[in-house]
Structure formats: C-alpha cells, structure tokens
C-alpha cells in the first residue's frame, strides 16, 4: 500500500512539502527554507489539513533558528506567524505552542536551540504518525469487516504525518484483506475530495467514486454506503466538530437515513477551552476560491460571494469520534482531551 | 428589470439559443436550422431549465417542416430524436405530444404544417411566459414581502420563456419595489447557480450571493432565509419532486432549520402518470462533467464518478409548489394536473 508523504526534510535541513494545489495534475515538492515560506505554504494551502497543518508549523519553526542561536523572542515571533495562517485549526496553536515551550526549556538549560526544535518537530510528526494508526485501528475495529465509506474533504495520508485520520479507518481494512471502498464528497471550492483524497486512495488501490457534494444525500439514500467518516479541525468541550464547509449537511443527510456519522480526529484535535460550536472562529476565504478555477470563470464578474472554510456539526448528529485513545461518544471528549 | 432572452426565432425561421454553456464567460448565440442541432443543444444543455427545453423542442420540430411538406411519420420521427435528449424532463414529452397533435389535425385539415407547427411552438412559448408570471403572482403573494430566498441550480428566465419559475416570485417582488435577495447554490457540477443564476439576478439588479453547495446547510442555520425556491423537472402524482441533483440535501437542511421550502413549476411539470417519485428516471450523466472543468482535471485521470442529473425530494420535506394555477399542498398536486 503505497501512502504520499505530504511532508519531510530536506539533506540541509530544509522544509519539503508536497504542493497540494497543484494535484493531481502535478505532483511537485517546494523546498521552503524561511518561516514566511511555509507560513505562506500553509495560508495558500499547498499544505493543509489539520494535523498536518500542526506538524507543518513545527517544521516551518525550526527554520527561525536555523542559522544559529536566536532569542526566544524571535522564536515567539516566528509562531505568532505561522499561528496567524489559519484561525479555526486547533492543532496549529497546539504544534506551535509545544515548539514554545520546547524552545523556552533548551534556552534555559543552554542546549542547542536548533536541534531541540528539530526535535520537538520530528516528535511531532512521529506522534501524530502514531496517532494515525492508533485511530486506524480504533475505527477498522469499530467497522469490523468490508465496508463502504463516504467521506467529505481529506483527512488521509495528505492531510496528516500518517495514514490519515478519517482514511485512516479505511487504509487499515484494506491492508487486512478486507473489501473497502470510498464514495469521496469532491468538496467545494478546493475540491480535496476528488483532487486529493480520489488520488491518495487510487495510488494506495482502495475503490473510489467521485461525487459532487450535492450528491451526498442522494447516495446516502441509495442504501450501500455502511458509515459516513470525516476529520476534525477542532472539536469543542461538548462534542460539537467544526470541520470543512459541508460536512454539516452530510451530517444532516446521514441522519435523516439512518447512517452512522463518525468523527475521526486525534485528541489534539480537541478544544477543552471551547464549549461548543458557537465558540469556534469560522475562517471566511476569499470569494475568488468560489467565483473561478484556475483562470475560468464560475461566477459572473463581481459576484457577492459568501465563503466560510468550515461548518459545525452539533454533537447530537455525531455518532461516535474515533480518537488515538479510542471509541468515545461526543459528549465525552471534553473528559478525554488535555 | 432587463431579462435575458434565451430563445427566439431567426428571421428565416431557424432557431435562435443562448449558448449557456459558455456563460458567464461569454454571451454567445446560436442559430440551429435543422432538428438534429437542438437536439444537440439540447444534450449538451446550451439550452437547459425543464420548461426551455419544452420550448425548443416545440420550435425545434418546427425545422422538420421547414423545407417544405413532410409526412406525419417524419415529423413523429424527428420528435423521437427530440424526445431522447433527456429522459427525465416531462415537458420536453408534453411538448412534443402536442407538437404532434398538431402536426396529425393540419395534415388531415390541408393546412400548410410549417405554419401550423410554428403556430403551436409559439403558443407554447407564450403560454410559458404567462404561466411564468402567474407563478411569479401566486409566489410574491406567498411570500409578501421582503425576503432572502435560497436557491439551487437556475430556475429562472434561462430556464423558461419567461421570468422563471424558482425565480418568478423573485422577480415579480423585486419589480414590486419590495427588497428581495437571492443566496445562490453555485450547483456542482455544471454551476447553473453561479454561471446562470447570479448571471441573470446580476443583470436584472437583483443582489445575489453565490455559495458552494455545501454552505447551504451552514448558511440556512444562520436564520437569515426566508425561504427556499427551486424548481422541478418533473413532479409525481404524490407529490415527490424531481430536480436538479443537491435540491434533496437542500430540503432536508430546510426542514432541520424550520425553513419553508417551496417548489416552483408549471402545471405541465406534474406528471399524474407518474405515482411516486420512485417511477421517477434519473438521467445519469459523463463522469468528465465532476473530473474536469473547461481542461482542468479536478480528479485523477480515470476516477470512477457517480453523476445522477437529478434527485427526488420526497412531498413530506415540500412546504408548498406554487404553480400557475395557484399554491397547493404536494399532496395535492395529483388532482391540479392534467
């Protein structure tokens, strides 16, 4: 089963991302060696999703320190830029908040600051790789034999250190001999689903099929689709997951014909400072994502376009979150997380 | 209150289209002097909406006579080639019968048959305009006042002969001098929400928001919705409304937020052959309208697609259809037809 590596080092200690815009007519790697340069690799969203966002950010920070000692200021500061790339990703302060912290310690016990963030970065990146499998295996369990999975946007191997979170169900049964396929929501404006994870899950063999997201109720209705899976970008205290602008309305779908709706995300992904939903800050993007595609225009010109990069799914719709710890019902994250 | 004119005749009596496949890129017209060309147009939806391709099809039969008298198996024979254009739109098959009609009552009077089916296609065409306002009355006067209505797809004058259907009650407030908005479904995959509908709002100055499919759930959560309406391609007996393919989510979310959800349609989309939606074709369309845009690919080369054209909203999800002959429950649409 062959996974992309969305992300690594270069010999020199540089930042290597896969440029997830480009996809899939193009598979092109960036060697990024400022801080500006992946902060802007992750505003433009050449890498994206959240725990991969996380990890990027890390990386991205060690390049503050890389050509000698610099105060713990200038390494602040350097968070503080790559913090400002996206509002709703919990994971990104929690990456960039654990480098801090990492940073404050090797300065005052004297160690070299470069390499104990490199480190901080690499434990990172192998914790989240972990983590992925852990929830792999959490939800193969939880499925417990073939399936067929919808899923909205991309939480697989291009959204994260590892296998994914929501694919990550999917990739584990299907390294098991188990018959899995993926009915991939296309996921408007970017089109994650039918750029990225129609190209991750046809690279690794797993079965997909393409729909355009207004066709996510139609199929639900159909009858063959055995779980609906997404990722996170964060999930509040009580349960409520904000996660990409659509996932609402397939949770609705889901609901109203009787298909379970899980959640796949790791525990980092959870908010314990955020109540509920109302208290997520919801990214507006620009209006050029909805009004044209690469140099064509969808929409008249000047058209108002409204354009939030995320939806809350209130918890009741959520049947179960899939985390690196386990099966737990919403309600219950607010105990797991921290 | 400028409106587009979609369809018209030359002054040799060819058929004159708007090419709405090129919108809103381009304003590009068309004249077609044989059968086999509006079927075509018809096929690649540069003439599209239920209620237009009843009208082109009307004037595109016309052609069959053009060159002088034919037989009646002639004229049968190209509405055949009409007739299998798209199988689910009723008033293409209404049209055409009566074309038909027509055709058999002049041969067997002596009339001269050009002249007879130019005759019926015009009365067919203005008979669609008028049902158009009377629809845009009996909605304005539902509504009755201001209001931020919800779209999906274009259900308005590129649709028809006349405002619309979805878009007539829009229309009739707006020239009202009431304040009325539109949040516009852009209507993946072929984007006749943002290319057609905010395209003709646009001109008409009416103002318009354009949002991915999967932002209706998000954005009828927000409360500022006053209402959802969209048209039909084809209503059985019971109710159940078939048309374009998202319209089903949009309705489950309405229902979730305690949204009217209105449908907008001619008597002559109700179908009393028809008892329940499940006797409802569902035309299945080329994966390349999801895997690529104007030679972009937006999926891998030779990703499996699922394309349905249409979805049925069941009548228990439908507030009301509004129709030239008044509002009605969808229950009882079954006795208003015919």
Redesign the interface.
Request: proline share 5%; charged share 20%; hydrophobic share 50%.
């Given at each position: 089963m062959t996974l992309p590596d969305p992300i690594g080092w270069t010999r020199d200690g540089a930042v290597r991302i896969l440029d997830q815009t480009l996809l899939?007519?193009q598979e092109r790697y960036l060697e990024l060696d400022t801080v500006d340069g992946v902060a802007e690799a992750i505003r433009t969203l050449r890498v994206r999703g959240a725990p991969l966002i996380g990890i990027a950010a890390a990386m991205g920070l060690t390049l503050s320190a890389r050509r000698g000692p610099v105060s713990l200021d200038a390494v602040c500061a350097a968070a503080a830029a790559l913090g400002a790339t996206r509002p709703t990703a919990v994971n990104l302060h929690w990456a960039l908040a654990r480098m801090e912290r990492r940073a404050a310690a090797a300065i005052a016990a004297g160690d070299e600051l470069g390499q104990a963030l490199r480190d901080e970065a690499d434990a990172i990146r192998e914790e989240d790789r972990a983590m992925c499998a852990r929830i792999g295996a959490a939800g193969a369990h939880l499925i417990g034999g073939d399936a067929v999975v919808l899923t909205?946007c991309n939480a697989g191997a291009l959204a994260t250190g590892g296998m994914g979170t929501a694919l990550a169900p999917v990739y584990t049964l299907h390294a098991a001999g188990r018959r899995v396929a993926v009915?991939a929501?296309?996921?408007?404006?970017l089109?994650q689903g039918?750029?990225l994870t129609?190209?991750e899950l046809?690279r690794a063999g797993v079965?997909?099929?393409?729909?355009?997201?207004?066709?996510?109720?139609?199929?639900l209705?159909l009858g063959d689709i055995t779980c609906v899976i997404v990722g996170a970008d964060r999930i509040a205290a009580n349960g409520d997951v904000a996660n990409?602008?659509?996932?609402?309305?397939v949770a609705?779908?889901a609901r109203?014909h009787g298909v379970p709706f899980y959640v796949a995300a790791p525990t980092s992904t959870i908010d314990p400072a955020t109540p509920d939903g109302a208290g997520i800050p919801i990214e507006q993007r620009a209006a050029e994502e909805?009004?044209g595609?690469?140099g064509?225009?969808?929409?008249?010109?000047g058209?108002?376009?409204?354009?939030?990069a995320f939806?809350?799914t209130p918890a009741e719709l959520v049947t179960a979150i899939i985390t690196d710890r386990g099966v737990f019902a919403p309600g219950d994250v607010g105990r797991v997380a921290g």
């Amino acid at each position: 089963m062959t996974l992309p590596d969305p992300i690594g080092w270069t010999r020199d200690g540089a930042v290597r991302i896969l440029d997830q815009t480009l996809l899939p007519d193009q598979e092109r790697y960036l060697e990024l060696d400022t801080v500006d340069g992946v902060a802007e690799a992750i505003r433009t969203l050449r890498v994206r999703g959240a725990p991969l966002i996380g990890i990027a950010a890390a990386m991205g920070l060690t390049l503050s320190a890389r050509r000698g000692p610099v105060s713990l200021d200038a390494v602040c500061a350097a968070a503080a830029a790559l913090g400002a790339t996206r509002p709703t990703a919990v994971n990104l302060h929690w990456a960039l908040a654990r480098m801090e912290r990492r940073a404050a310690a090797a300065i005052a016990a004297g160690d070299e600051l470069g390499q104990a963030l490199r480190d901080e970065a690499d434990a990172i990146r192998e914790e989240d790789r972990a983590m992925c499998a852990r929830i792999g295996a959490a939800g193969a369990h939880l499925i417990g034999g073939d399936a067929v999975v919808l899923t909205h946007c991309n939480a697989g191997a291009l959204a994260t250190g590892g296998m994914g979170t929501a694919l990550a169900p999917v990739y584990t049964l299907h390294a098991a001999g188990r018959r899995v396929a993926v009915v991939a929501d296309e996921t408007r404006p970017l089109l994650q689903g039918s750029r990225l994870t129609a190209w991750e899950l046809g690279r690794a063999g797993v079965p997909v099929t393409v729909i355009a997201d207004g066709m996510a109720a139609s199929r639900l209705r159909l009858g063959d689709i055995t779980c609906v899976i997404v990722g996170a970008d964060r999930i509040a205290a009580n349960g409520d997951v904000a996660n990409k602008i659509g996932t609402y309305g397939v949770a609705l779908a889901a609901r109203a014909h009787g298909v379970p709706f899980y959640v796949a995300a790791p525990t980092s992904t959870i908010d314990p400072a955020t109540p509920d939903g109302a208290g997520i800050p919801i990214e507006q993007r620009a209006a050029e994502e909805v009004t044209g595609w690469r140099g064509h225009a969808a929409a008249p010109a000047g058209a108002r376009v409204w354009n939030p990069a995320f939806d809350v799914t209130p918890a009741e719709l959520v049947t179960a979150i899939i985390t690196d710890r386990g099966v737990f019902a919403p309600g219950d994250v607010g105990r797991v997380a921290g």
